[in-house]
């Protein structure tokens, strides 16, 4: 079975028993039709994926691994913020009418500052940093930028990466680790999607730095089940659970920029059915 199943399933279960209800409370979020979006939640959930053992794709209901590629490229290869640049549409209700998020994620990610080495983007610094500073305990993204905040038509949930490279006794190459720092998750629509697309990240970071990709750390400040997914999720974590798939990327690209969601190989991923019309918060 899957070892993602079980962090889930372990987290579901937490959150339902221990977790705060805010029902009554001023919440922001809504449901469309305007009445609050309670949610039950919990603070400061930790999960750590070993991506040496197994990639953590849940096998209770599918997780569709090229589009998290997709928004993972979207953000950190493309740098856009404009959901006309990416093929799903989970990002369509926080679009204006061009298509635009805001000052959020990609564009963040695609400003440049100086450093005494040239101009770096956020995303080109940290490979230059892997390449010739592995060992830097500085290496990181942060898109939280409080300048901009007001011209983000969404606040970033996963709002930080930090890189950290170990080297494991007997090994030919360095091992790259991060830690994936997120204010808010909503557990039922996104906790796998983020899992998959932060590994998805690890592992092409590490090809293309010719280390092993290793653990992925998730910190979650507020992990959360709205009211009205407890069912959805009750019936989720009582299904049958799997074998995780085997995940790999084509092994020619070398270069970051280089990777399309074509060069990611998925076999053997059996799973439950997808849960469809999940209502989301907004």
Same mark, same amino acid.
């Given at each position: 079975?899957?070892?993602?199943?079980?962090?889930?399933?372990?987290?579901?279960?937490?959150?339902?028993?221990?977790?705060?209800?805010?029902?009554?409370? *001023?919440?922001?979020?809504?449901?469309?039709?305007?009445?609050?979006?309670?949610?039950?939640?919990?603070?400061?959930?930790?999960?750590?994926?070993?991506?040496?053992?197994?990639?953590?794709?849940?096998?209770?209901?599918?997780?569709?691994?090229?589009?998290?590629?997709?928004?993972?490229?979207?953000?950190?290869?493309?740098?856009?913020?404009?959901?006309? #640049?990416? %093929?799903?549409?989970?990002?369509?209700?926080?679009?204006?009418?061009?298509?635009?998020?805001?000052?959020?994620?990609?564009?963040?990610?695609? /400003? %440049?500052?100086?450093?005494?080495?040239?101009?770096? @983007?956020? &995303? @080109?610094? =940290? &490979?230059?940093?892997?390449?010739?500073?592995?060992?830097?305990?500085?290496?990181?993204?942060? &898109?939280?930028?409080?300048?901009?905040?007001?011209?983000?038509?969404?606040?970033?949930?996963?709002?930080?990466?930090?890189?950290? /490279?170990? *080297?494991?006794?007997? #090994? @030919?190459?360095?091992?790259?680790?991060? /830690?994936?720092?997120?204010?808010?998750? @909503? =557990?039922?629509?996104?906790?796998?999607?983020?899992?998959?697309?932060?590994?998805?990240? =690890?592992?092409?970071?590490?090809?293309?730095? $010719?280390?092993?990709?290793?653990?992925?750390?998730?910190?979650?400040?507020?992990?959360?089940?709205?009211?009205?997914?407890?069912?959805?999720?009750?019936?989720?974590?009582?299904?049958?659970?799997?074998?995780?798939?085997? =995940?790999?990327?084509?092994? $020619?690209? *070398? $270069?970051?920029?280089?990777?399309?969601?074509? #060069?990611?190989? /998925?076999?053997?991923?059996?799973?439950?059915?997808?849960?469809?019309?999940?209502?989301?918060?907004?």
């Amino acid at each position: 079975m899957s070892k993602a199943d079980l962090i889930f399933i372990n987290m579901c279960r937490d959150i339902l028993m221990y977790g705060t209800d805010t029902k009554g409370e *001023k919440v922001r979020p809504h449901w469309p039709d305007g009445s609050p979006a309670y949610t039950i939640k919990k603070f400061g959930v930790c999960n750590r994926y070993n991506l040496r053992e197994e990639f953590p794709a849940l096998t209770l209901r599918p997780t569709a691994l090229k589009s998290c590629m997709d928004e993972i490229l979207w953000i950190y290869q493309l740098k856009s913020s404009n959901v006309y #640049d990416l %093929k799903s549409h989970i990002w369509d209700s926080w679009a204006d009418e061009a298509g635009n998020i805001g000052k959020a994620y990609g564009y963040q990610i695609g /400003v %440049k500052s100086k450093y005494k080495e040239g101009m770096f @983007d956020q &995303i @080109d610094r =940290v &490979i230059y940093d892997l390449k010739n500073n592995p060992f830097s305990r500085r290496i990181l993204t942060s &898109i939280y930028n409080h300048h901009d905040l007001h011209e983000m038509n969404l606040y970033p949930c996963a709002w930080s990466v930090t890189f950290n /490279v170990t *080297k494991n006794k007997g #090994d @030919d190459k360095l091992t790259l680790n991060a /830690v994936l720092n997120q204010r808010s998750q @909503d =557990v039922l629509v996104a906790n796998n999607w983020n899992v998959c697309q932060y590994s998805l990240l =690890v592992m092409m970071l590490a090809q293309v730095c $010719d280390m092993y990709p290793g653990e992925l750390v998730h910190m979650i400040a507020d992990a959360h089940i709205y009211n009205k997914h407890v069912p959805i999720i009750n019936e989720l974590i009582s299904r049958p659970m799997y074998a995780a798939p085997i =995940v790999r990327l084509n092994p $020619d690209v *070398k $270069d970051f920029y280089d990777f399309t969601t074509d #060069d990611l190989i /998925v076999e053997g991923y059996k799973h439950g059915v997808q849960i469809k019309n999940i209502p989301v918060a907004i």
